[in-house]
């Protein structure tokens, strides 16, 4: 599942693509994803500019020139496939097609059917069902130790699931909590209220970086990578952790091996010495 450094890294695919562009041709071939394609969509966006493509979370927003908003999110399975010139003929799971006054053609593309695409009033976007409960975003300039210490008081969970809640921090997925987490030296069952003081600071700094790492690496395997088939390639980089059960312990002496257990019905890796 895209997490959001992913999505991060298809925003800035995407972007040289659509933004600046006049949509000049819109069909959605299936409408049921995830929520169903609002009737009326292929009309709203016909002959309609993008304005900026921005990210909130997981969520990608194409901002029209009328103060409408396109909200993408790519679900389990969800991509997007940009051809210049003559476009494939469109498969099974090719669900929208987004035709450019430059020639270009934009297919979501989702086998899972997780994603969706949807439209509102930009100035309503706070207020959509699936952003209105988003806690700060990481990478926000306002993400600091303290904000992430106001999200953290009074929750007794264990810190991990509770990063996973999207309305304490927004974006962050299993794989960056449990990599955020052993960065920190910060056991992931540790009471996320009992997260203060220095763990705190490196907590918060920890998630910062390592979604901006992700971005970085992203951003890199889009330029050295770009996909033959119209893909926006991204590639799972190296995990310290994540997936490594049984592994020797990295960037630590201690000579432990990685450790799973299930948390709320996810796996947490982590370094049982390291990570108090
Ligand atoms: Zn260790």
Redesign the pocket.
């Known amino acids: 599942m895209p997490e959001l450094p992913e999505v991060e890294t298809v925003r800035r695919g995407l972007e040289p693509a659509l933004v600046g562009r006049v949509l000049s041709r819109v069909s959605v071939r299936r409408r049921k994803l995830r929520i169903p394609v609002p009737d009326g969509f292929e009309a709203a966006l016909n002959n309609r500019r993008v304005t900026a493509l921005t990210r909130r979370a997981k969520f990608l927003l194409v901002h029209l020139d009328d103060g409408n908003c396109v909200i993408a999110h790519l679900g389990m399975s969800g991509r997007f496939l940009i051809y210049a010139g003559a476009p494939p003929e469109p498969g099974p799971h090719d669900h929208v097609i987004l035709e450019t006054d430059a020639g270009v053609s934009v297919y979501f593309n989702d086998p899972r059917r997780f994603g969706f695409l949807d439209l509102v009033p930009a100035h309503s976007l706070d207020r959509h069902r699936f952003l209105r409960r988003l806690g700060p975003e990481p990478l926000g300039n306002a993400f600091d130790a303290v904000l992430l210490g106001e999200r953290l008081a009074g929750r007794s969970g264990p810190v991990k699931t509770v990063l996973l809640d999207q309305s304490v921090v927004a974006g962050i997925g299993n794989i960056y909590a449990c990599e955020a987490l052993f960065r920190a030296g910060i056991s992931p069952r540790r009471k996320a209220s009992n997260v203060t003081g220095m763990r705190l600071k490196r907590l918060a700094a920890a998630i910062r970086d390592v979604l901006s790492e992700a971005i970085e690496a992203g951003g890199s395997s889009l330029r050295d990578h770009r996909q033959p088939s119209g893909e926006l390639g991204y590639f799972q980089h190296q995990f310290a952790v994540y997936g490594k059960e049984g592994e020797p312990?990295?960037?630590?002496?201690?000579?432990?091996k990685?450790s799973r257990v299930a948390q709320a019905g996810r796996s947490t890796f982590y370094?049982?010495?390291?990570?108090r």
Do not use: E
Not at 249 to 256: A, E, G, H, I, K
Not at 271 to 275: F, I, K, L, P, V
């Open positions: 312990c990295p960037n630590c002496d201690c000579t432990r990685i370094c049982a010495r390291r990570q």
